[in-house]
């Protein structure tokens, strides 16, 4: 079982900049596809971002104000999430699933993060 934690959340004002962290226990964690998503109060969760040997790709709400990456030497996934908006606000997730492809949706994903949650005031 892979467990995975989440950290890095708080509240920024609109324009500002957060780098969520999502740490895992997997040591070969090299052949994971990860992923970030959100979930809004009242919305369905949603995909943010994903990397995976085959590159990274991103939600178009999101293109070019957050990247992510990953340190397999740390076993660590980050999202660096800059220009903030209010409309960002949400419990963000981690996600992982073992294997190259890069993933997209959340019923591709085995194992989930417990979440952190990213406030943006405006």
């Known amino acids: 079982q892979v467990q995975l934690v989440e950290s890095g959340g708080g509240l920024v004002q609109a324009g500002g900049s957060l780098t969520l962290s999502c740490a895992a226990s997997?040591?070969?964690?090299?052949?994971?596809?990860m992923g970030w998503f959100r979930q809004a109060p009242g919305k369905e969760r949603e995909f943010v971002a994903a990397i995976s040997r085959n590159g990274t790709g991103y939600a178009d709400s999101v293109k070019g104000r957050f990247t992510i990456s990953r340190d397999n030497a740390k076993n660590t996934v980050y999202l660096q999430m800059n220009s903030l908006k209010p409309e960002d606000t949400a419990v963000y997730y981690c996600?992982?699933?073992?294997?190259?492809?890069?993933?997209?949706?959340?019923?591709?994903?085995?194992?989930w993060g417990q979440g952190t949650q990213v406030t943006v005031s405006s």
């Open positions: 997997e040591r070969t964690f090299s052949n994971y596809a």
């Open positions: 996600a992982g699933r073992m294997g190259f492809v890069l993933l997209t949706s959340t019923n591709e994903y085995d194992y």
